[in-house]
């Protein structure tokens, strides 16, 4: 059950339309910022915007984005390279909304005002149940509404520099578990020179992509059903992880 007021579904609407009729503006300057000032490069950029146009298109239903997590702009970094300020300005359902933790993007007017044009749904980590009910449920409700949404199932970056099995959060596995129908795209993204976590990738970094779409089932209920449906994601991106170190590390 979703348990969202009037004025927090105006509020995530007016975000969304403010959000796209801003894009071309920020969004190019974030582009800029990555290409230009950071050097950041996505080798096969046309065939991944083409797959996940084809995914978005073909696929009836919610849509989440799980990703690894190895740097604090990963979520900007995934936009950029899934489609163009053009498709986004065609179709802003397609731009992912974000969860940042509090913590890490909000300490400045400036981090606030990009975050919110961003799509972001800031939420405090360890904060108070009721706050973190609230956030999942605008997700909720923004899935069931058509908008893709990005969650880092690790729940904060690897320490490691690798999938964190042990140690994922089990909110991605509430989402798919309370949202009918909910797909879920796998996503491995990597700097070629990322050897652990970090604030931002280094400079010059390339970047390495790549997707799978799923669909999550669990035969359980409550706490025991999030978790399996977390934990698949997770293996999955484990998996994709595997794949990378074996065939596309430089």
Known sequence: MINLKFRDKFALK??????????????????VLMRV????????????????????RATRGPVIVCSNHLTKIDSAILNWSLASVWSYMKSFKFFSWNLPERANFYHSGLLKTVCYLASCIPIDRGGNREAVRKSLDKVAYLLRKGHTVTVFPEGGRSRTGRVD???????????????????VLCVYLRGHNQDTYSEIPGKGARFYLAMK???????????????????QIVGELTQMEQVYFATSRQ
């Open 213 to 231: 779409l799923i669909s999550p089932t669990s035969t359980h209920s409550g706490l025991r059903a999030t978790r399996d449906l977390a934990s």
């Open 165 to 183: 099995i042990d140690g994922f959060t089990y909110g991605v596995g509430k989402l798919v578990n309370k949202v009918k129908d909910c797909k």
């Open 37 to 56: 000032v950071g050097r950041y490069k996505v080798p096969e950029l046309k065939a991944i915007r083409q797959k996940y146009k084809e995914v978005k």
């Open 14 to 31: 007016f975000q969304h339309m403010l959000g796209w009729a801003t894009f071309p503006v920020w969004g190019s300057l974030l582009i």
